[in-house]
Every structure is written in C-alpha cells, then in structure tokens.
C-alpha cells in the first residue's frame, strides 16, 4: 500500500480538526486559518500529485496575485512528493524554499513505554499546567501569538477526541510534550517539544516511547512524523526505525 495518500489525507483532516478551512479545488487544495494568519502549519495550498506543469504554473500565478492584493503575512506552496514540478517553480519568480521530512513508523513493534509516573496523557486538571508550558514555547513569536495561539489549541484539545496530549512533568511544571492525532488507523506523531531547560536528559526519549505505545494500544498501524530537519532530528527518527517516504517541497514568500 502507498502510504503516501493516506498521510496526505490525514493532513487535510487534521488541519480541519485544528479549526482551519479546507478547500477543495481543482488539482489543489487549500488550508486556510484567519484566527492565526501567521500559522504556516495551516495556511497554505497544496498542489496534487496529478496537477500539470500548466496547472501548478497557474496555481502559483493565482497565489501571487492574491498575494499581492490582500494584507496576507505570506503565501505558502506545497507540493505532493510525488509532484515533482517544485523543480521548475522558481523560473516563476523568487521564492523561500524549504524541505520536509515525512517519517513513518510501523507499529506492529512498538517501542516500550518507560516507566515513569510522571509520563502520562494530559488530564483536565494539568490544563493550566499546560497553557504556562505552551504559553513560553512560543514567546519568542510574541506575547501575542503566543497567548492567541495557546489559547486555541487548549480549546482544541479540551474539545476533540481525536487529539492525545502526552506530556512530561515535574510536581506541578509541564517540561514536555507530544501531540498524537488518531485517524483511519493512521497516528500523526506531532508539536513534540521539551523546554530548553530540561533537553538531554531524556525526558524526550521517554516521552517518546510512551506516545509510540499508546499509539499502538490505540490500534493504528502506522504513525508518522515532518520534519523540517534533514540532520540531526532526521537521524533521530531513524534511529527509532522511522522510514522517510517522502519529501513535501514547500516555497514561501
């Protein structure tokens, strides 16, 4: 079976259950989020596997346009792995581009869980627990971002079931964290974080494994993660038998 598919369906479903817009064209698709218009993991469109040179060409001509027209922080192209116009899409114009890593698992060993009662999925009680965690992960991008972008995806958490929220934690601090997202039998590994306090001590690892057994408790048969990474968090996937099968070419501008 080519995995490929239903990961890139699992995308477009998991995006709707974050609250982005997803939108059905011809040969695309598009992800859009008007909350956080800065949130590159669910702003973008998405050129198919099957869309012509002629198509994509017309695609990124749309996006530019659009671009151009509206108050947007960017515009963000992706391509399927199996489309590989992204080779020709700069003779267009100039764009940012970067590669992701798509990393799949097959769950039929899992790895062992460590023992640690302080590994476990996230309870109601540790929600404010969380947010503080959540909340200083992404300062860097502002307070605002930060307060906005906690603050919906707490919401999401507390108000969907396909989400699993893994986390690490220390008396009452949250030092860790692992989102899973269960659909079709596919298990999305993601946001998987540790606070630059508390890295190489194996809270990760841990952290890791636990998400990884419960993925398989939980019945999926495989689980993937992207990674913008092609070194050393790549080598790290691998090391636990993560397979690449395939790369998302993204431009941005």
């Known amino acids: 079976m080519n995995i490929l598919d239903p990961i890139v369906e699992t995308e477009f479903r998991y995006g709707s259950a974050m609250g982005a817009g997803i939108r059905i064209m011809s040969n695309s698709v598009r992800v859009s989020d008007d909350r956080i218009p800065e949130r590159d993991a669910y702003n973008y469109v998405f050129i198919s596997r099957n869309a012509s040179f002629e198509e994509a060409t017309n695609i990124v001509t749309e ?9 947007a922080p960017h515009i963000k192209i992706v391509f399927h792995p199996q489309n590989q116009h992204w ?3 700069e003779e267009l114009e100039p764009f940012t581009y970067t590669a992701r890593f798509i990393m799949v698992l097959s769950l039929s060993k899992p790895a062992n869980a460590v023992s640690d009662e302080n590994c476990r999925v996230l309870g109601k009680s540790e929600l404010e627990a969380l947010y503080d965690f959540e909340f200083h992960m992404y300062e860097p991008k502002g307070v605002d971002y930060a307060r906005h972008q906690t603050e919906i995806k707490l919401d999401t958490y507390t108000n969907s079931e396909e989400f699993e929220i893994i986390l690490y934690s220390l008396g009452n601090r949250v030092v860790g964290t692992v989102e899973l997202y269960s659909d079709n039998g596919i298990t999305k590994f993601d946001d998987f974080k540790v606070h630059e306090d508390f890295r190489r001590r194996g809270f990760g690892k841990k952290l890791q494994h636990f998400a990884l057994s419960k ?13 913008h990474d092609d070194g050393f968090v790549k080598e790290l996937y691998k090391k636990d038998g993560f397979t690449e099968v395939g790369i998302l070419h993204t431009f941005r501008k």
């Open 63 to 71: 996006e530019l346009n659009r671009f151009r027209q509206s108050n």
């Open 87 to 89: 080779q020709r899409i």
């Open 215 to 227: 993925a398989y408790r939980n019945g999926a048969g495989h689980l993937y993660a992207i990674t």
